[in-house]
């Protein structure tokens, strides 16, 4: 799969690799190629090591084996060129700032000492808080926005230095349907109109799905990549669900991922025979035996059913 014309268009080339934490292994046997320009998932579920994945990519985590290069350097040497977006950024940022000071950190790096903002600078920053729909909250800050909004700030924060690449970690968690949307729309923008490679961690695929061109998945302790058209198969999202999942297409040719409805409790067949059930009754004397099991078969199985 990571053959040479694989990796020479490839954004992101797992070789082998395995990551451990607290002298665990999370996942290892990864060795696949993501394409540059391509919009992909990390999906798996609680604990399999998602964020783990984006941050061995960052170079932030060692690798317990094999490599991972990214646009064509190893893992955290290309950083400069790569926008990351964190899963607590919304919840955890400095609140008193505004939302340009706090895109403008996506240029400085740091929001101590004394910069010198130039114009090209602030421009930049313009563009971004524009390019993702929040141009007239400039000036408010953080504490005065909403979830929703905050994530676009922080997305605008990372791509203010124009990544190739950016990662975003549960960038829909805890935003409301129409929040949802907003991201989902300037990540499709960001894709189609500047080529921005996108990897998202996502537990839920359903609003993610119109731009997805393929995801990584964590199964049974090893990352697997597939085209979107392999991984919506109900069988593989069972599997790394642990449940039941559908894939539906609706008549207009949208398709979402759904959890198959619970069996209904009176479909489940009995699979008891009716001398088996006249066995969990006590009968007085051998003689009425066979007759009781007869006559009380009914009786017999509604109580068998009551006690399910
Ligand atoms: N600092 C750490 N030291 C040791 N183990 C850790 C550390 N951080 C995470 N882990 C373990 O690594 C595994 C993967 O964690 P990770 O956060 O990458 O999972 P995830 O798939 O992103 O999970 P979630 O969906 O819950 O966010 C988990 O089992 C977790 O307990």
Known sequence: MTNDSTQHDACIVFHDAAVSRGGRTIWQHGSFAIPNGSVTAIVGTNGTGKTTMMK???GLLPLAAGSITILGRPAGSANRQIGYVPQSYTSDIDSNLTAEQ?????????????HVVTKAQKAKV??????????????????????GLRQRVAIAQALVSDPKLLMLDEPLANLDLASQRAVVHVLARLNKELGMTIQVVAHDLNMLLPILTGAVYLL?????????????DSSLLTHLYGTTVQVVTTP?????????PDEPEDVVPDTHATAEIAQFHHHHGAGDAGHDAGARTPAVRNDAGGAR
């Open 220 to 232: 049974d302790g090893h990352p697997h990549y597939a085209a979107m058209n392999q991984v919506l």
């Open 56 to 58: 061995a990519e960052l």
């Open 102 to 114: 706090s895109v403008l950190l996506g240029l400085t790096g740091t929001q101590f000492g004394i």
């Open 252 to 260: 207009q040719g949208d398709m979402f991922v759904t959890p198959s």
């Open 126 to 147: 313009r563009q971004a808080l524009a390019f993702t729909g929040i141009e007239d909250k400039a000036h408010l800050r953080l504490s005065e926005l909403s979830g």
